[in-house]
Each structure stands twice: as structure tokens, then as C-alpha cells.
């Protein structure tokens, strides 16, 4: 088993920036790909980004996020963060970490799930 423990998130207005981190433990030897996913209100879950934890691995992102977005790792405390620059109100959404195989966090269905953070962009 795998536990995530997410931090950071909250609300920034429109042009602003956030950072998210995301804690693994337990059976982190099960995990080849984190990723970053976020809901919105009646929307699809959607993927944001993925990074696979082979140092030098492929980094992933959605087209809404690219040139704003950053996903890294270190690997050392398996933790991954994203960082979130001039943020828009679309990307109001629960956050949630994600990790497992690499099919799987690209295919959007992971093993593990950490709880979600709220992420609000007010205009």
C-alpha cells in the first residue's frame, strides 16, 4: 500500500501562483509515475501532469497547463510538487495527487489516491 498526504492549495486571484506537495509512504517501490489531477464542479476528471520517478523520466502535461504548470520530484523524500503560476479561473478544481505504474497515472487510473486540496482562482 501506498499513502499521499497532500498539502498546500487555497485561494489566489487570477495571475497568482500556488504550490502543491504531495507526501508518498508505505510501498513507494510500487510507484514508477506520480501525477497531478484535478475535478471541478460537473466537470470530467481531468490529468494536469505526470513525471515518472526514474531521474530523467518524461514529464507530461495537459495543453491547458502547459507554459504554467510545473510538476517536479525529489525523489529522496518522495514528494512531489507542483507549482501553479498566473493561474485563471478555470483552474479552480480539487486537486489530487496521484501514483502508480506509468500506464496507469498516463492512462488516468492509478493505484493510489491522496485526499485532494482545493484550488480557487477567483477573477
Known amino acids: 500500500q501506498v499513502q499521499l498526504v497532500e498539502s498546500g492549495g487555497g485561494s489566489v486571484q487570477a495571475g497568482g501562483s500556488l504550490g502543491l506537495s504531495c507526501a508518498a509512504s508505505g510501498d513507494t517501490y510500487l510507484i514508477s509515475c506520480m501525477g497531478w489531477f484535478r475535478q471541478a464542479p460537473g466537470k470530467e476528471r481531468e490529468g494536469v501532469a505526470s513525471?515518472?520517478?526514474?531521474?530523467?523520466?518524461?514529464?507530461y502535461y495537459a495543453d491547458s497547463v502547459k507554459g504554467r504548470f510545473t510538476i517536479s520530484l525529489d525523489n529522496a523524500k518522495n514528494t512531489l510538487y507542483l507549482q501553479m503560476n498566473r493561474l485563471k479561473p478555470d483552474d479552480t478544481a480539487m486537486y489530487y495527487c496521484?501514483?502508480?505504474?506509468?500506464?496507469?497515472?498516463?492512462?488516468?487510473?492509478?493505484?493510489?489516491w491522496g485526499q485532494g486540496t482545493q484550488v480557487t482562482v477567483s477573477s
Open positions: 513525471t515518472a520517478t526514474l531521474v530523467g523520466g518524461s514529464t
Open positions: 496521484a501514483v502508480g505504474s506509468c500506464p496507469q497515472v498516463r492512462g488516468g487510473t492509478p493505484n493510489y
